[in-house]
């Protein structure tokens, strides 16, 4: 049986979606035969429930970053077939000490701003190119760039003709998905905006429940009444963003989810990292760029929820744009690499 092991981590400050990306990678090299083991610091499967409720096997590790290599190595035992990492703050001081029991390394990323010693490097950004990972990787790194490589749950891409056919244009059911822990409590500026506006649309509300705004969120949702529902840990997203007509959310990794789904989106950049994903998908017409957590006022969102509230075409154009841009099947084209 071919063995991975992921490195990760989730946590309230820097959410969950390093794990959540990972998690989906493992399933399907599980699907295919694997053994995975997730290398993450104490807490990462509090932050990301899913991570503890998989059959994965999860390795705490709680040191210095130099000791890692060592610490992943003595659990394992043995040398392993590929490891993955995933993480801002671990290229190659961390990689290159682990070729000595790691016969392959994939790395995902989406920063572009240090060294990495890989076999394969993954970056989902849209409009990411060779050229900013020419001097950073070894000349036999594969590169594979873009949304098309993705990494989602499978029930995104199940789902996807379905959420397409759906995409009709009319505004009934609105989506706020703005990260796992939310530090900057867009959802509450979300909930106010759906209100100020005044239009008649049952509402679903996404967020972790370690989000340290959840009691806030919680005695907003309970005051707006039946239309307003809150999914804390929502088990199935992918039926949530294929019931809704229209998102507001962060630029994370459920930028991939909703374009998977054709989900037309009022976005919201959460993160510093989220700038270049949130200003692409803008410029490619999948979503409307209302500022970013700094910046970002309760009327930009009124706006344009009043905006497409009134134009069912707009709606479906952004649906359809949206929808060009990933197809869900980023996992299956990964695991294809890792077996050649």
Not at 7 to 35: N, Y
Not at 174 to 197: I, K, W
Not at 239 to 247: G, R, S, Y
Not at 281 to 310: I, K, M
Request: net charge negative; with cysteine; aromatic share 4%.
């Amino acid at each position: 049986m071919p063995q991975a092991v992921i490195r990760a981590d989730a946590s309230e400050a820097i959410g969950g979606g390093h794990v959540v990306r990972c998690l989906a990678l493992a399933d399907g090299l599980a699907d295919a035969g694997w053994s995975c083991r997730f290398a993450v610091s104490p807490g990462a499967d509090r932050a990301v429930p899913a991570l503890g409720a998989s059959e994965h096997d999860i390795i705490e590790i709680d040191g210095p970053a130099s000791a890692e290599p060592a610490a992943i190595a003595q659990y394992c035992g043995e040398p392993i077939d590929l490891l993955i990492v995933d993480h801002y703050q671990r290229g190659a001081e961390f990689t290159t000490p682990c070729r000595s029991w790691a016969r392959r390394v994939l790395v995902v990323d989406d920063l572009a701003d240090r060294p990495y010693d890989a076999n394969v490097l993954l970056d989902q950004t849209l409009g990411r190119t060779e050229r900013e990972y020419t001097s950073l990787v070894p000349k036999h790194c594969e590169l594979l760039l873009g949304p098309t490589f993705a990494l989602l749950r499978p029930r995104f891409g199940q789902l996807r003709p379905t959420a397409l056919a759906r995409r009709t244009g009319g505004l009934r059911r609105v989506l706020v998905s703005m990260g796992n822990s939310d530090p900057h409590d867009l959802t509450s500026l979300a909930l106010r905006a759906v209100e100020q506006s005044g239009i008649e649309v049952e509402v679903d509300v996404v967020l972790g429940s370690r989000s340290p705004n959840r009691a806030g969120v919680e005695s907003q949702v309970s005051r707006l009444g039946q239309s307003v529902r809150l999914h804390l840990d929502a088990p199935d997203m992918a039926e949530l963003m294929v019931a809704a007509d229209l998102a507001i959310g962060a630029c994370g990794i459920t930028s991939w989810e909703r374009c998977t789904l054709g989900l037309p989106t009022i976005a919201v950049t959460a993160a510093e990292n989220q700038r270049i994903v949130a200003a692409n998908l803008a410029a490619a017409g999948a979503v409307a760029l209302a500022g970013d957590w700094s910046n970002c006022g309760e009327w930009s969102l009124v706006n344009l929820l009043r905006a497409f509230a009134t134009d069912p075409a707009r709606l479906s154009a952004m649906a359809g744009r949206a929808a060009a841009i990933c197809d869900g099947a980023g996992v299956a084209r990964v695991l294809g690499v890792i077996w050649d």
